[in-house]
């Protein structure tokens, strides 16, 4: 097929942006079906190895998005993954791996139509970016 | 950083004296205004009620001209001209695809780098104004605004909708004393001053009647078509109201000039249908504050010679 | 050198530690580390410019906490390490000695408290030699980056020298033995290096006090301490937290601080 | 061997419109551990949930994956099915392909290709799913109720009534809120104070209710059925146990022309005062920002006079803690005032108030006592403009919600108006009247028709001062959009409810979230109004949307009942996902190595230090414990540990590490 179709994971907190996704369907707005969630509790529960074995998965793209800071319903979990992300980007980037395929955001429960922007903008800019080809090349896939 | 002028029809017409005062005090403020090359007309109201692609085409083929001279900011005195092209700017930069469409319309390539800027904003921007006033402007003036130079509210974002304040703080730089009104952005009943002369003769005349009554000496405004209502319209409006106006109407630029000490005749004030005489009687002693009777009245001729230069 | 020996002599008779861990002559000119347990055989410590391992990685092995109380010869990177390693509840305050030779003189710290003063003195931030080292290789675009790194990871053979090397890698059972799931995958392939090489780094994120050790163990020369200096670079302007100068700090990535910088985040 | 069975729903055509179900269905049979999988149109409904039980029942099901909404909707639902039919609930896992797929793409292979890659991340999680077993919790049978309007005061009495402790804070110095202010409500016209003043003496002598006025909620910890709450009492300065509440300091206090917080700023009051006469309780409150004394060190008046010497000048506050079971949030709304239109003037013309002023214009108690006078004058106004819809419905303004409550104490405002100045005339500018309660389209009538008041339907463009009057530009858009011009002597703005300042810090301090508006979110818009997000905490009134009175107190009569459920167990359920730390045989005995950080991030403090000691006491290790009570199941240590020696059940590391590789289509080979 002439264009290229991102295959991104999304991983999603269950309390705000599990819930605006979901509000993003009962409001009917489309957006593009390349991404698929996973639910987690917190954002605080989410492991740097996750988004490692996405990409060994063949993600082309990775969102990672949970409650705005002071709303997490656990009250910090979201604080202690933004410094968990402050210092994964701060690694990946410095082994060459492209931190634009790694998208993180806030979307709360109340924000249907920021989770369908963030969708197809995500898409959009892996698009771009092309097939996670540094990724894939990395003998040993597969195996997983 | 290069700022453009675009003069727009009336400006070149039934407004010349607001282009000429304009020019004078750019002149004397050392500040040079070239013209947007090849300019055409901005679609005024009659384009987008027409197409919505030549309503947007006009001012971008405007704006691409201004960009490729290296304009960073454009100068748009008329707030008719002023509010389309700001119109276009906005929606042009908020949708790609729209506008390589009317990029390609009007065969040049617009970004929406040159900022729109009014009257006022260009004015504000003089750091020294009160330094170079030589003959404060000391009367009790009606900031009138009109309709267009703060409307749409969500996109031209000047000043505040309801209540502006931008056009008094300006005047009371020029040592005028604006008066507190609730009229500053009624409609004076725009385009219809040909179709329908009796509206704009009811609606500026409820605007002029409630400037009189709260003492203003003179009108200011900053766009051809309250003007042109606000004054050429006067006998229609005298008629239906049975009664005399004598205040003036001017321009914003030619309080300005005033205040500077410019020549009258440079500032194009005999144009004027109501005659600003009265402005020109040099101030009585203390501050116009209701100094002058409320119509402003003096008698035709009185008042220094036109075109003597003031001390 | 001498008084080092002399008071380890005087340790050991006086019974006040039972085993001293040092510096002694190894094969080849090469320094390797001693654990003198009787006091007649001290003369065997030694230290000079060839002693540079990072001797508190025994304090965490069982063999070694099961001889009892010990006195640690101690060069600067040891100090941060304890201080560190005592952040995690890893050194019972009072249960060692520091022995920390300068010039020609022996400190022997007791306290905590002691060592913390002792690390204050020392400069708190990467060498410049260390930065400029770490600012060439961030000049290099993402490809030569990642083609720098992929070249330098194939050569990894999966030994974990360099997790036995580091004192702060004293996990009792490590992520790297888990296979249900198998977070990290055994063979010694470009998938199973570069995931082991990430998490390794992650894991002494705001704790890697910058010793060296982990560099000068890997058999296959790979510069693994580059990558601890960046995360200690990007905590230290994310977050001004540094691992290794006070016995109570938190961790960088266990503690936050609501105005934690999130540009990247929108 | 899993023994997985997959039910993939229409929900009606919901899901089948754009996902193709039996394709669904036959490709998730292929899935090894997949040994049932069927299709069906209402998988919710008994008959759906009856193809479940059968199936576990037949087939010996070890895990059940049901394809069809959000797990926020249904989970518990299929959950409970399992149960019934033999299967631990939390062997149940759903797989959402109507919200995030069916209902949010176009029909085609790519959407019928998501919902498989859905169905397998579920089916590969639920095969490494355990059976887990519900904890068990104490509970406090207390409730504390936050705001003592007549939402609050409603609550209180309920649960107090139905035998249990209830602990009711209230910011202001009296309980009673916005009602207290009012002069008569619709419909019937009855006095506020009559039928709210018994209520409030009703919670003031109830012996299960403990009243703690003039406080606010410093901060809660816990969660449901073990909330530990810090309540600030702020000093009163004076003793309440000896205050008599004679009032004899508010009559001798120098300083009278304070504007009084209950009379909306019309009416005036000195620095030591009680709010209103029938203020519970009734005992007055120093006021320390304009008191002499506090600004000066002089005066002191009020405690000379005083018989009983109750005044305390230097009485600090005072943090009271308490154990409560559950919350009720009632901490109502405010209104927008004149000063935020600028098309009104911006608040500078006195005679243009807002509909709680004209309340207290309007109240025997009020600044006028009773009497509808100018502020400006106090002349009696001949003509009164009220305009509706003031700020409410204006997206400019950024409130798009109609308040609800305006259109109907508008008329009654017109009427009161009518019946205190019989000449007078009222025209209300509004844009559509929203009268939809019991008896309500009626009273509207019976302004318009009976008391004479001239309803212009039309919004008012702009006010301003000509002559002494406010002339009023609006328009009548039913006589053709004709420009009216009204000459009035006083203008009501019936402006916009709002959410209370700093209602978004209470709702931090509490866990709960807010809308946009900083109105409170309640769990489900039509099935769970009172409910919140966060288990025990419930809401009522006002604070979660702009509600009148029938429905506050049908509201707070609601949460009431929720917290007696609550309450009727001893012990509570709770759903076991919660974090657990590794623990082995010996010599191993943990896999945890003792650093502790996890201990730092958790936010519930639910990680303790366990010592593990050999027989002879000799200590082995030190390593981390959960509490299962505190643990919410948050995970961040989970993430955190390097060793992963703490995982989270319904979480776990397997199963979340298992979703992703299924979702890429990379599931590991075993069945």
């Given at each position: 097929?002439?264009?290229?179709?991102?295959?991104?994971?999304?991983?999603?907190?269950?309390?705000?942006?599990?819930?605006?996704?979901?509000?993003?369907g009962?409001?009917?707005?489309?957006?593009?079906?390349?991404?698929?969630?996973?639910?987690?509790?917190?954002?605080?529960?989410?492991?740097?190895?996750?988004?490692l074995?996405?990409?060994?998965?063949?993600?082309?793209g990775?969102?990672?998005?949970?409650?705005?800071?002071?709303d997490?319903?656990?009250?910090?979990?979201?604080?202690?993954?933004?410094?968990?992300?402050?210092?994964?980007?701060?690694?990946?980037?410095?082994?060459?791996?492209?931190?634009?395929?790694?998208?993180?955001?806030?979307?709360?429960?109340?924000?249907?139509?920021?989770?369908?922007?963030?969708v197809?903008?995500?898409?959009?800019?892996?698009?771009?970016?092309?097939?996670?080809?540094?990724?894939?090349?990395?003998?040993?896939?597969?195996?997983? | 950083?290069?700022?453009?002028?675009?003069?727009?029809?009336?400006?070149?017409?039934?407004?010349r004296?607001?282009?000429?005062?304009?020019?004078?005090?750019?002149?004397?403020?050392?500040?040079?205004l070239?013209?947007?090359?090849?300019?055409?007309?901005?679609?005024?109201?009659?384009?987008?009620?027409?197409?919505?692609?030549?309503?947007?085409?006009?001012?971008?083929?405007?704006?691409?001209?201004?960009?490729?001279?290296?304009?960073?900011?454009?100068?748009?005195?008329?707030?008719?001209?002023?509010?389309?092209?700001?119109?276009?700017?906005?929606e042009?930069?908020?949708d790609?695809?729209?506008?390589?469409?009317?990029?390609?319309?009007?065969?040049a390539?617009?970004?929406?780098s040159a900022?729109?800027?009014?009257?006022?904003?260009?004015?504000?921007?003089?750091?020294?104004?009160?330094?170079?006033?030589?003959?404060?402007?000391?009367?009790?003036?009606?900031?009138?605004?009109?309709?267009l130079?703060?409307?749409?509210?969500?996109?031209?974002?000047?000043?505040?909708?309801?209540?502006?304040?931008?056009?008094?703080?300006?005047?009371?730089?020029?040592?005028?004393?604006?008066?507190d009104?609730?009229f500053?952005?009624?409609?004076?009943?725009?385009?219809?001053?040909?179709?329908?002369?009796?509206?704009v003769?009811?609606?500026?005349?409820?605007?002029?009647?409630?400037?009189?009554?709260?003492?203003?000496?003179?009108?200011?405004?900053a766009?051809?078509?309250?003007?042109?209502?606000?004054?050429?319209?006067?006998?229609?409006?005298?008629k239906?109201?049975?009664?005399?106006f004598?205040?003036?109407?001017?321009?914003v630029?030619q309080?300005?000039?005033?205040?500077m000490?410019?020549?009258?005749?440079?500032?194009g004030?005999?144009?004027?249908?109501?005659?600003?005489?009265?402005?020109?009687?040099?101030?009585?002693?203390q501050?116009?504050?209701?100094?002058?009777?409320?119509?402003?009245?003096?008698?035709?001729?009185?008042?220094?010679?036109?075109?003597?230069?003031?001390p | 050198?001498?008084?080092l020996?002399?008071?380890a002599?005087?340790?050991?008779?006086?019974?006040?530690?039972?085993?001293?861990?040092?510096y002694?002559?190894?094969?080849?000119?090469?320094?390797?580390?001693?654990?003198?347990?009787?006091?007649?055989?001290?003369?065997?410590?030694?230290?000079?410019?060839?002693?540079?391992?990072?001797?508190?990685?025994?304090?965490?092995?069982?063999?070694?906490?099961?001889l009892?109380?010990?006195?640690?010869?101690?060069?600067?990177?040891?100090?941060?390490?304890?201080?560190?390693?005592?952040?995690?509840?890893?050194?019972?305050?009072?249960?060692l000695?520091?022995l920390?030779?300068?010039?020609g003189?022996?400190?022997v710290?007791?306290?905590?408290?002691?060592?913390?003063?002792?690390?204050?003195?020392?400069?708190?931030?990467?060498?410049?030699?260390?930065?400029?080292?770490?600012a060439?290789?961030?000049?290099?675009?993402?490809e030569?980056?990642?083609?720098?790194?992929?070249?330098?990871?194939?050569?990894?053979?999966?030994?974990?020298?360099?997790?036995?090397?580091?004192?702060?890698c004293?996990?009792a059972?490590?992520?790297?033995?888990?296979?249900?799931?198998?977070?990290?995958?055994?063979?010694?392939?470009?998938?199973?290096?570069?995931?082991?090489?990430?998490?390794?780094?992650?894991?002494?994120?705001?704790?890697?006090?910058?010793?060296g050790?982990?560099?000068?163990?890997?058999?296959?020369?790979?510069?693994?301490?580059?990558?601890?200096?960046?995360l200690?670079?990007?905590?230290?302007?994310?977050?001004?937290?540094?691992?290794?100068?006070?016995?109570?700090?938190?961790?960088?990535?266990?503690?936050?601080k609501?105005?934690?910088?999130?540009d990247?985040?929108? | 061997?899993?023994?997985?069975?997959?039910?993939?729903?229409?929900?009606?055509?919901?899901?089948?419109?754009?996902?193709?179900?039996?394709?669904?269905?036959?490709?998730?049979?292929?899935?090894?551990?997949?040994?049932?999988?069927?299709?069906?149109?209402?998988?919710?409904?008994?008959?759906?949930?009856?193809?479940?039980?059968?199936?576990?029942?037949?087939?010996?099901?070890?895990?059940?994956?049901?394809?069809?909404?959000?797990?926020?909707?249904?989970?518990?639902?299929?959950?409970?099915?399992?149960?019934?039919?033999g299967?631990?609930?939390?062997?149940?896992?759903?797989?959402?392909?109507?919200?995030?797929?069916?209902?949010?793409?176009?029909?085609?292979?790519?959407?019928?290709?998501?919902?498989?890659?859905?169905?397998?991340?579920l089916?590969a999680?639920?095969?490494?799913?355990?059976?887990?077993q519900?904890?068990?919790?104490?509970?406090?049978?207390?409730?504390l109720?936050?705001?003592?309007?007549?939402?609050?005061?409603?609550?209180?009495?309920?649960?107090?009534?139905?035998?249990?402790?209830?602990?009711?804070?209230?910011?202001?110095?009296?309980?009673?809120?916005?009602?207290?202010?009012?002069?008569?409500?619709?419909?019937?016209?009855?006095?506020?104070?009559?039928?709210l003043?018994?209520?409030?003496?009703?919670?003031?002598?109830?012996?299960?209710?403990?009243?703690?006025?003039?406080?606010?909620?410093?901060?809660?910890?816990?969660?449901?059925?073990?909330?530990?709450?810090?309540?600030?009492?702020?000093?009163?300065?004076?003793?309440?146990?000896l205050?008599?509440?004679?009032?004899?300091?508010?009559?001798?206090?120098?300083?009278?022309?304070?504007?009084?917080?209950?009379?909306?700023?019309?009416?005036?009051?000195?620095?030591?005062?009680?709010?209103?006469?029938?203020?519970v309780p009734?005992?007055?409150?120093?006021?320390?920002?304009?008191?002499?004394?506090?600004?000066?060190g002089?005066?002191?008046?009020?405690?000379?006079?005083?018989?009983?010497?109750?005044?305390?000048?230097?009485?600090?506050?005072?943090?009271?803690?308490?154990?409560?079971?559950?919350?009720v949030?009632?901490?109502?709304?405010?209104?927008?005032h004149?000063?935020?239109?600028?098309?009104?003037?911006?608040?500078?013309?006195?005679?243009v108030?807002?509909?709680?002023q004209f309340?207290?214009?309007?109240?025997?108690?009020?600044?006028?006592?009773?009497?509808?006078r100018?502020?400006?004058?106090?002349?009696?106004?001949?003509?009164?403009?009220?305009?509706?819809?003031?700020?409410?419905?204006?997206?400019a303004?950024?409130?798009?919600?109609?308040?609800?409550?305006?259109?109907?104490?508008?008329a009654?405002?017109?009427?009161?108006?009518?019946?205190?100045?019989?000449?007078?005339?009222?025209?209300?500018?509004?844009?559509?009247?929203?009268?939809?309660?019991?008896?309500?389209?009626?009273?509207?009538?019976?302004?318009?028709?009976?008391?004479?008041?001239?309803?212009?339907?039309?919004?008012?463009?702009?006010?301003?001062?000509?002559?002494?009057?406010?002339?009023?530009?609006?328009?009548?858009t039913?006589?053709?959009?004709?420009?009216?011009?009204?000459e009035?002597?006083?203008?009501?703005?019936a402006?916009?409810?709002?959410?209370?300042?700093?209602?978004?810090?209470?709702?931090q301090?509490?866990?709960?979230?807010?809308d946009?508006?900083?109105?409170?979110?309640?769990?489900?818009?039509?099935?769970?109004?009172?409910?919140?997000?966060?288990a025990?905490?419930?809401?009522?009134?006002?604070?979660?949307?702009?509600?009148?009175?029938?429905?506050?107190?049908?509201?707070?009569?609601?949460?009431?009942?929720?917290?007696?459920?609550?309450?009727?167990?001893?012990?509570?359920?709770?759903?076991?996902?919660?974090?657990?730390?590794d623990?082995?045989a010996?010599?191993?005995?943990?896999?945890?190595?003792?650093?502790?950080?996890?201990?730092?991030?958790?936010?519930?403090?639910?990680i303790?230090?366990?010592?593990?000691?050999?027989?002879?006491?000799?200590?082995?290790?030190?390593?981390?414990?959960?509490?299962?009570?505190?643990?919410?199941?948050?995970?961040?240590?989970?993430?955190?540990?390097?060793?992963?020696?703490?995982?989270?059940?319904?979480?776990?590391?397997?199963q979340?590490?298992?979703?992703?590789?299924?979702?890429?289509?990379?599931?590991?080979?075993?069945?």
């Amino acid at each position: 097929m002439a264009e290229f179709d991102p295959k991104i994971v999304a991983f999603v907190c269950n309390w705000c942006t599990y819930a605006g996704a979901d509000l993003t369907g009962t409001s009917r707005m489309k957006y593009s079906p390349q991404v698929s969630v996973i639910r987690f509790p917190c954002t605080g529960r989410i492991d740097f190895m996750l988004l490692l074995k996405a990409f060994a998965g063949g993600a082309d793209g990775v969102i990672v998005s949970g409650c705005h800071p002071n709303d997490c319903h656990y009250s910090s979990g979201n604080f202690h993954a933004r410094r968990r992300w402050i210092v994964f980007r701060g690694l990946l980037d410095f082994l060459g791996i492209d931190v634009r395929r790694v998208r993180f955001s806030w979307v709360s429960a109340a924000e249907g139509a920021k989770w369908a922007q963030l969708v197809n903008e995500t898409v959009e800019q892996v698009r771009v970016l092309g097939p996670h080809r540094a990724y894939q090349r990395l003998r040993g896939l597969g195996v997983g | 950083m290069k700022t453009g002028f675009y003069p727009g029809c009336s400006m070149k017409g039934s407004a010349r004296e607001y282009s000429e005062s304009l020019l004078a005090v750019a002149r004397e403020l050392g500040r040079e205004l070239p013209e947007v090359p090849d300019w055409n007309c901005c679609g005024a109201t009659a384009a987008h009620n027409l197409d919505r692609d030549l309503a947007l085409a006009l001012p971008a083929r405007i704006l691409a001209a201004a960009e490729r001279q290296g304009m960073a900011e454009v100068l748009v005195p008329c707030a008719a001209c002023y509010s389309r092209l700001s119109v276009t700017r906005h929606e042009l930069l908020e949708d790609e695809e729209l506008r390589r469409r009317i990029s390609a319309l009007v065969a040049a390539d617009y970004r929406g780098s040159a900022r729109v800027l009014n009257i006022i904003e260009w004015l504000e921007a003089v750091p020294d104004l009160e330094a170079r006033v030589r003959a404060p402007f000391a009367r009790k003036v009606a900031c009138y605004y009109g309709c267009l130079l703060v409307r749409p509210a969500g996109i031209v974002k000047f000043d505040r909708p309801e209540d502006p304040q931008s056009l008094d703080r300006l005047m009371r730089r020029l040592g005028a004393e604006p008066i507190d009104w609730a009229f500053k952005t009624e409609c004076c009943g725009a385009g219809f001053s040909v179709s329908r002369t009796d509206l704009v003769a009811e609606l500026s005349g409820r605007i002029l009647e409630d400037a009189v009554s709260r003492g203003a000496e003179a009108v200011i405004v900053a766009c051809p078509m309250c003007h042109l209502n606000l004054d050429m319209r006067r006998p229609n409006i005298e008629k239906r109201a049975g009664r005399k106006f004598r205040i003036p109407v001017i321009y914003v630029t030619q309080a300005v000039g005033l205040a500077m000490g410019l020549k009258t005749k440079a500032l194009g004030l005999q144009r004027h249908k109501v005659s600003p005489s009265a402005l020109l009687a040099p101030a009585s002693v203390q501050p116009a504050a209701g100094a002058t009777s409320a119509s402003g009245d003096s008698p035709a001729g009185a008042g220094s010679p036109a075109g003597e230069r003031r001390p | 050198m001498e008084a080092l020996r002399n008071k380890a002599r005087e340790l050991l008779a006086a019974g006040t530690v039972k085993v001293v861990i040092g510096y002694g002559r190894g094969s080849g000119g090469a320094a390797r580390a001693v654990f003198i347990r009787d006091a007649a055989r001290s003369g065997a410590l030694i230290y000079d410019d060839s002693c540079r391992q990072n001797l508190a990685v025994y304090l965490m092995k069982p063999e070694v906490r099961r001889l009892g109380k010990a006195a640690l010869v101690a060069s600067p990177a040891t100090l941060r390490t304890v201080l560190q390693l005592a952040a995690e509840n890893q050194v019972p305050e009072g249960g060692l000695l520091l022995l920390a030779p300068a010039g020609g003189e022996v400190a022997v710290l007791a306290e905590l408290s002691a060592v913390e003063a002792r690390v204050a003195a020392q400069d708190q931030d990467l060498g410049r030699a260390e930065r400029e080292e770490l600012a060439r290789y961030e000049a290099m675009t993402l490809e030569q980056r990642r083609d720098f790194w992929q070249e330098q990871f194939a050569r990894c053979i999966k030994c974990y020298a360099c997790r036995a090397a580091c004192p702060l890698c004293y996990c009792a059972r490590c992520t790297v033995e888990c296979n249900q799931p198998q977070w990290i995958p055994v063979p010694a392939h470009d998938l199973g290096n570069l995931e082991w090489n990430v998490m390794r780094a992650m894991h002494l994120a705001g704790r890697c006090v910058d010793c060296g050790d982990c560099s000068r163990a890997c058999p296959a020369g790979i510069p693994l301490h580059l990558l601890n200096r960046r995360l200690i670079a990007v905590v230290r302007e994310s977050f001004a937290v540094q691992a290794g100068r006070s016995a109570k700090s938190d961790n960088a990535l266990s503690t936050f601080k609501p105005d934690d910088p999130e540009d990247f985040i929108r | 061997m899993a023994r997985i069975g997959v039910f993939v729903c229409h929900c009606g055509e919901n899901i089948s419109a754009t996902v193709d179900v039996a394709r669904v269905a036959s490709e998730a049979a292929k899935i090894p551990g997949v040994v049932h999988s069927v299709d069906y149109k209402y998988m919710c409904s008994d008959p759906g949930q009856q193809l479940v039980k059968a199936a576990i029942q037949e087939k010996g099901l070890t895990g059940v994956v049901v394809a069809a909404c959000s797990p926020r909707m249904h989970e518990p639902t299929f959950r409970r099915a399992c149960a019934e039919a033999g299967l631990n609930p939390f062997l149940c896992e759903m797989a959402n392909i109507r919200e995030h797929c069916s209902w949010v793409h176009e029909k085609g292979e790519a959407t019928t290709h998501k919902a498989i890659d859905i169905v397998r991340t579920l089916v590969a999680k639920v095969k490494k799913n355990r059976a887990l077993q519900p904890i068990k919790v104490p509970v406090t049978k207390t409730a504390l109720v936050l705001g003592g309007g007549i939402a609050g005061i409603q609550a209180a009495l309920d649960i107090a009534n139905a035998g249990h402790k209830v602990i009711l804070v209230e910011k202001e110095p009296s309980i009673g809120g916005h009602m207290s202010q009012l002069s008569e409500t619709f419909p019937t016209l009855d006095c506020s104070q009559c039928i709210l003043t018994p209520r409030m003496v009703e919670v003031a002598q109830h012996p299960n209710i403990t009243l703690h006025s003039y406080s606010e909620l410093e901060g809660l910890d816990g969660f449901i059925g073990n909330f530990k709450a810090r309540i600030r009492r702020k000093a009163r300065s004076l003793d309440e146990k000896l205050c008599t509440g004679c009032g004899l300091c508010t009559q001798k206090c120098p300083l009278r022309r304070i504007p009084s917080e209950f009379d909306a700023g019309l009416g005036l009051r000195p620095a030591i005062y009680v709010p209103f006469p029938q203020a519970v309780p009734n005992k007055p409150v120093i006021d320390r920002e304009h008191c002499t004394y506090y600004r000066t060190g002089k005066c002191r008046l009020c405690e000379k006079v005083c018989p009983t010497q109750a005044i305390r000048f230097d009485q600090p506050d005072e943090i009271v803690e308490a154990d409560v079971g559950a919350v009720v949030v009632a901490t109502g709304f405010d209104i927008k005032h004149a000063d935020f239109f600028p098309e009104y003037g911006y608040g500078k013309y006195k005679d243009v108030i807002d509909g709680l002023q004209f309340e207290r214009l309007a109240s025997a108690s009020g600044p006028t006592l009773g009497e509808i006078r100018r502020p400006s004058d106090g002349k009696v106004p001949e003509t009164v403009a009220f305009i509706a819809c003031a700020g409410s419905r204006d997206p400019a303004k950024g409130i798009e919600y109609c308040s609800k409550i305006c259109c109907m104490y508008t008329a009654k405002h017109a009427m009161l108006y009518r019946h205190k100045v019989h000449h007078g005339r009222p025209v209300v500018f509004y844009m559509d009247i929203r009268a939809g309660g019991k008896m309500y389209e009626e009273f509207v009538r019976r302004a318009m028709e009976e008391d004479g008041v001239q309803y212009v339907r039309g919004r008012v463009s702009r006010i301003y001062e000509r002559g002494g009057k406010l002339v009023v530009k609006g328009a009548d858009t039913l006589l053709g959009a004709r420009p009216v011009e009204l000459e009035a002597d006083l203008v009501v703005l019936a402006t916009a409810g709002v959410a209370q300042p700093g209602a978004e810090d209470l709702a931090q301090r509490l866990h709960v979230s807010y809308d946009a508006h900083r109105f409170y979110a309640e769990a489900h818009p039509k099935l769970r109004p009172v409910e919140t997000n966060t288990a025990g905490i419930f809401l009522a009134g006002a604070c979660q949307a702009p509600k009148d009175i029938p429905e506050s107190v049908a509201q707070a009569s609601g949460a009431a009942a929720k917290v007696g459920a609550l309450f009727s167990q001893s012990e509570l359920v709770r759903e076991p996902l919660i974090a657990v730390v590794d623990r082995q045989a010996p010599p191993v005995y943990s896999s945890c190595s003792g650093c502790f950080l996890c201990q730092g991030a958790c936010p519930y403090q639910a990680i303790k230090r366990e010592e593990i000691r050999g027989r002879d006491g000799q200590l082995i290790k030190t390593v981390a414990k959960v509490n299962p009570g505190l643990c919410q199941g948050c995970g961040t240590c989970v993430a955190l540990c390097r060793s992963k020696s703490i995982d989270i059940q319904g979480y776990s590391h397997e199963q979340v590490y298992s979703e992703v590789l299924a979702l890429l289509n990379r599931g590991e080979r075993d069945g």
